[in-house]
């Protein structure tokens, strides 16, 4: 093989021609050349331009706490933000998890590497809008592929002003957060910011004692009715025709946990999180949920307040942040955790029946049981950590779990609790 390698113009083009040929002395032979341009030219032949790349390249940095500067690819929408680092490790549903409102003020990492191939669609959302701080992910899928996407991630992501980056080790990254512990982070796609700047932000800001409910809970009532649809409803057992009347505390509320409750037979009322208790025991119900929410339960006394002066005298559920305000309204104390649980992959032991449960969680405090009055059982158990997981007092007529048993995304093992809280609500209807 013969290469003859001739440069016509270093700014213009190389020519490479090769003449192929099975024996020097043969007549058969092919010529082929092939032109690299280096910048674009005009049509007289002068440099009009250097050449547009055909891939995208870093134009994003994800600045620490610690001091460590991650460079990123961009999509979604641009700007500088500023957040809490914590990991997901579910394989799918994140369309699910960017619309969950306990995600306010957070970076959500995604373990998963590939994220994006199924695209969004409307059905899936939790809220109605997005309320993380930003998405970090390893690969961004370059096309989408799934019979209900209406758009890309990418789209998605930048009509609701939302910011994600992605080629960058999140590997290393979750590895830093298991160690260290949950950081803050800003997320920058402005080059007039310099890598100190962002690092100031970073170690100023905080999302301990945060008021973080105030921002996404409702601001007037309004009635549920929606069900889980029949194509998705996996659980119809043990249901009744009776109604229950619920008023539902919105602290961040999902959608889904309406439906379940809903398709479990309750005619919901959802209420902003500042409602005082007394007009919600004008409104008779048979009981009230506590739902899931976003930071610090210990940033909103007035929550803590409304869920001690209801406690004893009407049923009540707690789902995630419920689960925290009733303990400390209980007499209990709260802790922030090192990186927190956020997955759809968490082990738990229902200690009343010795089952364990796969379940999907997402919250960074816990309730310590060690702090809780007589009375009050500890129902179950994280096996990863063995944090309190679940609480009961059948005396004070309460229940409540520190993981999402409506599950989405995430498995279906915890769906029943939601037939337990009937169970609650129609012992009460008898005994009153």
């Known amino acids: ?144 592929s799934n019979w209900r996407c209406k758009e890309t991630l990418d789209d998605y992501l930048a009509k609701r002003n939302i910011m994600g980056i992605y080629d960058v080790d999140t590997r290393a990254i979750t590895r830093r957060l298991r160690q260290d512990g949950s950081l803050i982070g800003v997320l920058s796609t402005e080059n007039s910011k310099s890598d100190e700047e962002l690092l100031k932000m970073s170690r100023t800001w905080d999302i301990v004692g945060v008021d973080l409910i105030s921002g996404v809970s409702c601001k007037s009532p309004y009635e549920w009715v929606d069900r889980t649809a029949s194509d998705w409803d996996f659980n119809d057992n043990g249901r009744n025709e009776e109604t229950f009347n619920v008023v539902a505390y919105d602290f961040g509320i999902k959608h889904n946990i309406l439906r379940r409750l809903a398709s479990y037979g309750c005619k919901i009322t959802v209420v902003p999180s500042t409602w005082p208790a007394s007009e919600t025991l004008k409104m008779k119900p048979d009981g009230v949920l506590f739902s899931n929410g976003p930071g610090d339960p210990s940033a909103v006394p007035y929550a803590v307040e409304a869920v001690k002066e209801l406690i004893g005298k009407v049923p009540v559920f707690g789902i995630c942040m419920g689960h925290q305000l009733l303990g400390q309204a209980l007499g209990g104390k709260t802790f922030k955790m090192k990186f927190g649980h956020h997955g759809g992959n968490h082990p738990v032991r229902n200690l009343r029946n010795g089952c364990v449960e796969i379940s999907a969680q997402n919250h960074n405090y816990a309730v310590d049981p060690e702090s809780l009055p007589e009375g009050v059982e500890v129902t179950h158990v994280n096996l990863n950590d063995g944090s309190c997981a679940g609480l009961a007092s059948f005396k004070m007529k309460l229940m409540s779990l520190q993981y999402h048993p409506e599950a989405s995304p995430g498995p279906h093992d915890s769906d029943p609790v939601f037939g337990e809280f009937i169970q609650l609500m129609k012992q009460e209807k008898v005994t009153a």
């Not at 007549?27 to 049509?43: D, E, G, H, I, P």
Request: charged share 15%; glycine share 8%; hydrophobic share 35%.
């Open 1 to 144: 093989m013969d290469f003859a390698i001739t440069s016509q113009n270093p700014l213009s083009t190389t020519t490479i021609t090769s003449a192929l040929f099975s024996n020097k002395k043969s007549a058969n032979f092919r010529v082929f050349t092939v032109r690299c341009s280096s910048k674009t030219l005009s049509s007289d032949g002068t440099p009009s331009g250097l050449v547009e790349r055909p891939w995208k390249v870093a134009d994003a940095r994800l600045v620490l706490e610690d001091g460590s500067i991650w460079k990123a690819k961009s999509f979604g929408a641009s700007g500088t933000q500023v957040g809490e680092v914590v990991f997901n490790t579910s394989l799918t549903g994140y369309q699910e998890i960017l619309t969950d409102p306990s995600y306010a003020g957070q970076f959500v990492l995604m373990t998963n590497p590939h994220i994006g191939n199924t695209g969004v669609n409307f059905g899936d959302e939790e809220s109605m809008q997005c309320f993380l701080a930003g998405l970090v992910i390893r690969s961004l899928s370059i096309s989408t």
